[in-house]
């Protein structure tokens, strides 16, 4: 390992890494820095970013598992700072993790040291929210010198939280990139481990160290990759899944919140009845096979749904 902080060198002709993750160091992760390693493994994959909230203990903590317990996962460690002025921004160097005086709600470091890197995230998520289907208007701050990336896909917006506007999305994401001349990258922004590695950015030319990923991104040389379509098609059913299930476990009207977001009526209320289904099996100390022949849904939905119950048994309650 190059320094602290860097990846394993890598002698592939191109490398793919999910650049935003979160785990239980964030308040709203389900993972915790030990299960975002097993993910990250069982997943097949060799590099992973973990980007809490205003702080590295998480992504620290993963580093010195993944490398106590083989040398097939480098973990990267960075962090995803809430800044006063241009939100959520990631950033990455070697010795982000040492005290260098940042403290959230901060404005935007105007210069980073040499060697880091640092990513809007999401700058379109608020402002989906608000906006009536098609495109998206947006009057966005002009970016500072020391960000050198925006996010075009974030998977928690265009997964979960806002999956219906995927094409405005992108179309707005695309604009604001060409218009502030940055580089477009993109991440899965997983707080549970279903999105994970959904979407990342590419790196062309080998990864030695932190500081090549800096400059493939600084460069332009980086770009944005994906799963199939196929498989996020299944990421987003699993995350109507979830978000059905969050709304019945607040207390909130599930049904017309499905139905304002299009989901299929019929698809949320099976989703309810198996969780409650679920729920009761799991606490009996029943798996996914014993689910299925319950309820008759195949082995990967009835994981996804013991994944749930183990989720939403989480103490303290996650925030969403």
């Not at 265009?158 to 991440?187: C, F, H, M, N």
């Not at 332009?220 to 109507?240: H, K, M, V």
């Not at 996804?304 to 989480?314: P, W």
Request: glycine share 8%; aromatic share 6%.
């Amino acid at each position: 390992m190059t320094g602290t902080n860097g990846p394993t060198p890598s002698s592939s002709p191109a490398t793919a890494i999910d650049l935003h993750v979160h785990t239980t160091a964030s308040s709203c992760g389900y993972m915790t820095p030990l299960e975002v390693v097993g993910h990250t493994r069982a997943a097949g994959r060799r590099y992973l970013a973990i980007t809490d909230h205003n702080t590295t203990s998480g992504a620290v903590e993963a580093r010195t598992f993944a490398k106590a317990t083989g040398d097939d996962v480098t973990v990267i460690v960075g962090m995803e700072l809430s800044t006063a002025d241009f939100g959520h921004v990631l950033v990455f160097g070697e010795g982000v993790e040492d005290d260098w005086g940042w403290k959230s709600l901060m404005p935007m470091p105007r210069n980073l040291p040499d060697g880091w890197v640092a990513i809007q995230a999401h700058p379109f998520r608020d402002l989906v929210k608000r906006a009536l289907p098609g495109p998206i208007k947006f009057d966005l701050p002009d970016l500072p010198p020391s960000i050198s990336a925006i996010e075009r896909w974030n998977g928690n917006d265009l997964l979960s939280k806002s999956p219906d506007r995927r094409a405005d999305l992108d179309e707005a994401s695309l604009s604001y990139i060409a218009a502030q001349g940055r580089t477009a990258v993109a991440s899965s922004d997983a707080h549970r481990a279903v999105s994970m590695h959904a979407y990342h950015t590419v790196f062309p030319k080998p990864v030695r160290s932190v500081a090549d990923i800096a400059a493939q991104i600084k460069s332009g040389d980086a770009y944005p990759g994906s799963a199939s379509e196929a498989e996020l098609a299944e990421i987003r059913t699993s995350w109507r899944r979830r978000n059905a299930i969050g709304w019945h476990l607040m207390g909130l009207d599930w049904q017309v919140i499905s139905a304002k977001k299009g989901h299929d009526a019929d698809e949320a209320v099976e989703t309810i009845r198996i969780y409650g289904i679920a729920q009761k099996m799991v606490g009996l100390g029943f798996g996914a096979s014993d689910l299925c022949e319950e309820t008759g849904v195949t082995l990967a939905t009835a994981m996804d749904f013991i994944a749930i119950v183990h989720e939403e048994n989480l103490d303290p309650p996650r925030v969403r």
